[in-house]
């Protein structure tokens, strides 16, 4: 289970080093396998290859006639890519995937689960600022009545 945020910085070549705090689970549960994807929200989505696995298939399992759904799927499955972590557990974010994300040097990786998400530190501030300014009135109706 992923949780919590860390701030880090991609070096020169675009690798991400992965907290150590995470490596042990992601060796032992996918041998360092992983797949990185695009997310519509301009972040990266980042599976261990298990976990990621019954996401693809399921989404390549909607109708492709469907514009919207045929736009998701171009974006997720088109954009995934299959990384290994390296003995330094370090992950390679490649070009496109970074400009698509606007990743700079320095980036937030937030656990959400079974994945991460990898964010450019600016719009990972613009992202808190955006959920911390919600109103009584805004919460979806899945959260109602969820309590922390």
Known sequence: MFRGSTQLNLDS??????????RNELFAN???????TADPSRCLLIYPQPVWEPIEKKLSGFSSFNPQIRSLQRLIIGNACDVEMDGSGRILISAPLRQFAGLQKEVVLAGQGEK??????AKWDLEIDTATACKDGDIPPELEGFSL
């Open 13 to 22: 070549k675009g690798r991400l080093a992965i907290p150590a705090k995470y």
């Open 116 to 121: 991460f998400e990898l964010w450019d530190m």
């Open 30 to 36: 996918c041998g360092g396998n992983i797949v990185v």
